[in-house]
């Protein structure tokens, strides 16, 4: 089977690196056993799916013995039964290694930051990004990622007009790339006295980090500003100079980061924003390239496309790019985020597979 022509280079690559992590030359080396470990970790998903696909095999061979063999009816009975099972999990498994064997993107396993700007709607739109933040915030929690604000512009009747958030742990971008977009909500504003239901929107970027190996800049294009912070942070913020505002004058691009407590700190988290800003602007085009090369529906590329709607009166969500509907709003919105998530990573999978089989 062509599956398996893939899966065994695999079975052979996870036996060699087994044996090389039993050597005390690599365990001694904490850089190559580190980066060994996390590839074992790896394979070890395809070897024990592998594992119970090969015994599935074995026992379908044998139920068939039986069956053509044994005089026994009830014995033969039994095993047409077994067979019925073990050909279901067979089929199981073999759906399992599929997805096991789609090449997986680099950028899956970066930390992110999360931009998320408040779009129309006026002082709704900006209590609405308040939202998601705590959406976000309560779904990254749960995952055990650190969260850390990175900069805010806060509504003038709650929320905010822009907010930065730094996401730290396993396989964030890969989970909450699909995030990106703009993001509408339906509900009767707390400032609307006539109880009429309006529509308002908040933009959000998911921002894979990237480092200077990735990103080169030129320290010639920048523009750097400092300048003394406002808002939450402490009675420090209103003493020194530590927000730093930096340009990158060839594309425009400006961030500014006046969350941490020394300068240092804040020009460090804004050269790593502009850095994914610019990143991302090249990974924008690229999967824009490959959406149209497939017609994905998961992952345009396209930050400005109309993603979601959170529809408050009915109790739904609903994901436009593959038709999910989901009447459980408030739990959606407290953070319970994976039951859409996980639809949107099953939906590009399905998309990659159907691609890697040439349909």
Not at 5 to 14: A, G, N, Q, T
Not at 62 to 79: G, L, P, Q, V
Not at 111 to 125: C, M, P, Q, S
Not at 175 to 183: A, D, N, T
């Amino acid at each position: 089977m062509r599956m398996l022509d893939k899966v065994e280079p695999i079975i052979l690559r996870f036996e060699e690196v087994k044996q090389q992590l039993s050597d005390p030359t690599i365990t001694s080396n904490v850089e190559t056993f580190t980066q060994l470990s996390k590839e074992y970790k790896e394979l070890s998903q395809i070897h024990e799916v592998y594992v119970a696909y090969q015994l599935a095999l074995s026992n379908i061979e044998d139920n068939k013995r039986i069956i053509k063999e044994e005089t026994d009816e009830e014995f033969r009975e039994m095993a047409k039964a077994d067979l019925g099972e073990q050909e279901k999990s067979l089929e199981d498994l073999q759906k399992q290694l599929e997805t096991l064997l789609i090449p997986k993107d680099p950028e899956d396993e970066k930390n992110v930051l999360l931009e998320i700007r408040a779009g129309t709607g006026g002082d709704e739109a900006s209590i609405f990004a308040g939202d998601l933040l705590k959406m976000y915030s309560q779904y990254a929690g749960s995952l055990g990622w650190k969260t850390e604000i990175v900069s805010a512009h806060e509504g003038s009747s709650g929320g905010f007009k822009e907010i930065v958030m730094r996401i730290d742990g396993e396989n964030v971008f890969g989970i909450l790339k699909f995030e990106s977009g703009v993001h509408r909500v339906q509900r009767v504003p707390k400032t609307e006295s006539q109880g009429r239901v309006h529509t308002s929107a908040a933009s959000v970027a998911v921002l894979p980090e990237v480092d200077e190996v990735m990103v080169s800049i030129n320290p010639a294009d920048l523009k750097v500003d400092t300048f003394r912070a406002s808002g939450a942070g402490g009675q420090h913020v209103n003493k020194t100079e530590s927000a730093i505002r930096i340009t990158h004058v060839p594309t425009g691009v400006v961030v500014e980061c006046q969350e941490g407590r020394s300068q240092h700190r804040n020009r460090e988290i804004a050269m790593q924003w502009l850095r994914s800003r610019l990143y991302e602007s090249e990974l924008q085009k690229r999967q824009a390239a490959q959406a149209a090369e497939r017609k994905s529906q998961v992952s345009t590329g396209d930050r400005s496309a109309k993603i979601r709607t959170y529809n408050y009166p009915q109790g739904r969500v609903t994901d436009h790019r593959i038709g999910l509907t989901l009447y459980a709003l408030d739990a959606i919105v407290g953070g319970d985020l994976g039951q859409v998530v996980d639809k949107l990573r099953m939906a590009e999978q399905a998309e990659k597979l159907a691609v890697m089989d040439g349909r």
